[in-house]
């Protein structure tokens, strides 16, 4: 009986051993990996509590074997848990931010150098358009002042020619003045020849009197009579008549105007007288000549 208690108790004290040695075993602490989505780093969870230790049950006491003395078993070490390790989501999308913050540096500052580059091409511009309006306006001065000396140039030629002009016409004027003068100093010179010779005189009437062309008469009375201005009335008694004895150049400039007959009417004898002399020069046969002496007569109502 004592060696068959033996045995159940050797036997006993392994079963023991084993089930002891299984479970610890499987309370054998796993580390766990765990990652962490979020940037911030977190501590892994503390290691799950070691179980208290397990003390051998004591075999019922045998009557011929004391029992052995209980063996308490230690658990291993814990290994410390790795510090965790950043999350490979974590540092893509911090590069992410970094990659998307540096495009959008360079594109600010490609921007700020197109708006430079366009800043710098509208100066040019306006700088351009700036020469090109001093330059026109400088042309459009230079035009203006040439113009206006040419304006200047040509008053002041304009000015010399009308002064050339008039000094021209009052030679050509005193030196055909100082002709009529001779002529008239000549034919004056002539008639008081004739004058001191009575005879003569009458004769060179009578001789030339019948030749006086009454057309080229009546032409010199029209002339007159478009030259004579009489303001008073004809509303008179009979016709009043004048005549004048004219004498002129070959030209037809009269040289004297001697009245021969008067009407009576002082006011009506100086208006024709004045009618004659504005009528100078006198109209020319249809010869091209005058007669250098010949009388001229009006009457008060032929006026009208």
Same mark, same amino acid.
């Given at each position: 009986?004592?060696?068959?208690?033996?045995?159940?108790?050797?036997?006993?004290?392994?079963?023991?051993?084993?089930?002891?040695?299984?479970?610890?075993?499987?309370?054998?602490?796993? +580390?766990?990996?765990?990652?962490?989505?979020?940037?911030?780093?977190?501590?892994?969870?503390?290691?799950?509590?070691?179980?208290?230790?397990?003390?051998?049950?004591?075999?019922?006491?045998?009557?011929?074997?004391?029992?052995?003395?209980?063996?308490?078993?230690?658990?291993?070490?814990?290994?410390?848990?790795?510090?965790?390790?950043?999350?490979?989501? +974590?540092?893509?999308?911090?590069?992410?931010?970094?990659?998307?913050?540096?495009?959008?540096?360079?594109?600010?500052?490609?921007?700020?150098?197109?708006?430079?580059?366009?800043?710098?091409?509208?100066?040019?511009?306006?700088?351009?358009?700036?020469?090109?309006?001093?330059?026109?306006?400088?042309?459009?001065?230079?035009?203006?002042? +040439?113009?206006?000396?040419?304006?200047?140039?040509?008053?002041?030629?304009?000015?010399?020619?009308?002064?050339?002009?008039?000094?021209?016409?009052?030679?050509?004027?005193?030196?055909?003045?100082?002709?009529?003068?001779?002529?008239?100093?000549?034919?004056?010179?002539?008639?008081?020849?004739?004058?001191?010779?009575?005879?003569?005189?009458?004769?060179?009437?009578?001789?030339?009197?019948?030749?006086?062309?009454?057309?080229?008469?009546?032409?010199?009375?029209?002339?007159?009579?478009?030259?004579?201005?009489?303001?008073?009335?004809?509303?008179?008694?009979?016709?009043?008549?004048?005549?004048?004895?004219?004498?002129?150049?070959?030209?037809?400039?009269?040289?004297?105007?001697?009245?021969?007959?008067?009407?009576?009417?002082?006011?009506?004898?100086?208006?024709?007288?004045?009618?004659?002399?504005?009528?100078?020069?006198?109209?020319?046969?249809?010869?091209?000549?005058?007669?250098?002496?010949?009388?001229?007569?009006?009457?008060?109502?032929?006026?009208?």
């Amino acid at each position: 009986m004592s060696s068959i208690g033996l045995a159940v108790g050797v036997h006993a004290l392994l079963l023991a051993f084993l089930v002891i040695g299984i479970n610890w075993t499987n309370n054998q602490p796993i +580390a766990v990996e765990a990652e962490v989505w979020d940037t911030s780093v977190q501590q892994a969870a503390p290691p799950a509590p070691q179980p208290p230790p397990q003390v051998e049950p004591e075999p019922e006491p045998q009557p011929e074997t004391p029992p052995p003395t209980p063996r308490v078993v230690e658990p291993p070490p814990v290994a410390e848990p790795a510090p965790p390790k950043q999350p490979d989501i +974590a540092l893509e999308r911090e590069k992410k931010r970094k990659q998307e913050q540096k495009r959008k540096e360079e594109e600010r500052v490609e921007r700020e150098q197109e708006i430079a580059k366009q800043k710098r091409e509208e100066e040019k511009k306006e700088k351009a358009l700036a020469e090109k309006k001093a330059r026109e306006d400088q042309k459009k001065k230079e035009q203006e002042l +040439a113009k206006k000396e040419e304006e200047a140039q040509k008053k002041k030629e304009k000015a010399e020619k009308e002064k050339a002009e008039k000094l021209a016409k009052a030679k050509a004027e005193k030196a055909e003045a100082d002709k009529r003068e001779k002529a008239r100093a000549d034919e004056m010179k002539r008639l008081m020849s004739g004058a001191g010779n009575p005879g003569s005189s009458g004769n060179a009437a009578k001789s030339t009197a019948p030749r006086i062309d009454q057309g080229y008469l009546a032409s010199l009375a029209a002339q007159i009579k478009s030259n004579t201005s009489y303001p008073g009335s004809t509303d008179v008694p009979g016709n009043p008549e004048v005549v004048f004895q004219v004498e002129q150049l070959p030209t037809g400039e009269i040289l004297s105007v001697r009245k021969v007959k008067s009407s009576g009417i002082p006011a009506f004898d100086d208006a024709v007288e004045r009618g004659i002399n504005k009528s100078s020069p006198l109209r020319k046969k249809k010869d091209g000549t005058v007669e250098r002496s010949l009388p001229v007569s009006f009457k008060l109502k032929d006026l009208n």
